[in-house]
């Protein structure tokens, strides 16, 4: 079994006490917010710029991710989550790797939708899959730390049998599932307002 840290055990407790949890407090536009914040922007654009504007990333761009959100857009929503849920807990990590990790995390490059699409190699089984084929992708296209491999590898959690073994795999993966719901609902529309690359 995995060991993990105090720090992170506690962060997890943190975040999964939900006796709490008021619906009337659910705020779907927590990721417009997030696209607002000069703060959040900077710090995304430190750490990520040279992927955001690499010719493959922008490529994501041409594929959906959830309802008119692009794969593109999904990956700035998630990547700014986990600066948000990182900084609201508290917790201390690693903001480069935090944020290369968010951005490449569904680096797949294909079509999930379409069966047949060139690289879609588990077209029913996209959700076990496609962390193996990202990394793989940004292994190839970038030069990854040990932790951005286990972001990447990792935030399918618990699709991905083994759990997230830092931190900042931890925070992505919570950050991933919270956009993805958002997006999925159509809570939040597509459409990125800030340009990036």
Aim: aromatic content about 10%; overall charge positive; charged content about 30%.
């Amino acid at each position: 079994m995995y060991n993990i840290a105090r720090e992170d055990k506690e962060a997890l407790k943190k975040v999964l006490d939900i006796k709490n949890y008021d619906e009337d407090t659910f705020d779907p536009e927590l990721l417009n917010r997030l696209e607002s914040n000069d703060e959040y922007r900077k710090v995304l654009c430190k750490y990520g710029n040279d992927i955001l504007s690499s010719e493959q990333f922008t490529r994501l761009k041409e594929f959906i991710q959830h309802g008119n959100v692009t794969v593109f857009e999904h990956s700035i929503h998630v990547a700014l989550c986990a600066i948000k849920i990182c900084r609201w807990l508290g917790v201390h990590c690693k903001e480069r790797e935090l944020i290369r990790g968010a951005l490449l995390h569904d680096y797949f490059l294909y079509d999930w939708h379409i069966a047949d699409a060139p690289g879609n190699l588990h077209p029913k089984l996209h959700g076990f899959y496609h962390p193996g084929i990202a990394l793989r992708n940004a292994t190839r296209d970038f030069i990854l730390t040990e932790r951005e491999k286990d972001i990447i590898r990792k935030h399918m959690w618990p699709l991905t049998v083994n759990p997230p073994r830092c931190r900042e795999a931890w925070i992505v993966c919570l950050a991933d599932k919270y956009a993805s719901t958002l997006e999925t609902l159509k809570l939040k529309k597509g459409k990125i307002r800030v340009n990036y690359a």
